[in-house]
């Protein structure tokens, strides 16, 4: 069985920053994408940003220049730094990692983190 923990969200003012771990453990062979979302009160779940396993990168426009994703291979982590964080930014913020098991399977399976809040003061 795989585990996602997530850590390092918070409460903080407008301009500050913040920075999101999630380490997967268990059962774990390989890791393809590695990605953050993010889910505020009334809205649906929308993808923050996306890195593969050879380090390419994806941000939504809202956060393009802000956040930086990263990811530690050797430690099956993935990273979000939040700079010059928005009240807009609020949300609970998910991680989510496609993973295989073992090496006589083709597929890889996704799995969430159990979200972590982000609360960004005016």
């Known amino acids: 069985q795989v585990q996602l923990v997530e850590s390092g969200g918070g409460l903080v003012q407008a301009g500050g920053s913040l920075r999101l771990s999630c380490a997967a453990s268990?059962?774990?062979?390989?890791?393809?994408?590695m990605g953050w979302y993010r889910q505020a009160p009334g809205n649906q779940r929308e993808l923050v940003a996306t890195?593969?396993?050879?380090?390419?990168?994806n941000y939504a426009d809202s956060v393009k220049g802000r956040f930086t994703i990263s990811r530690d291979n050797a430690k099956n982590t993935v990273f979000l730094q939040m700079n010059s964080l928005k009240p807009e930014d609020t949300a609970v913020y998910y991680c989510?990692?496609?993973?295989?098991?073992?090496?006589?399977?083709?597929?890889?399976?996704?799995?969430w983190g159990q979200g972590t809040q982000v609360t960004v003061s005016s």
């Open positions: 989510r990692q496609e993973i295989k098991a073992s090496g006589y399977v083709i597929a890889f399976n996704t799995y």
């Open positions: 268990g059962r774990i062979f390989a890791i393809n994408l």
């Open positions: 890195i593969s396993s050879d380090g390419r990168t």
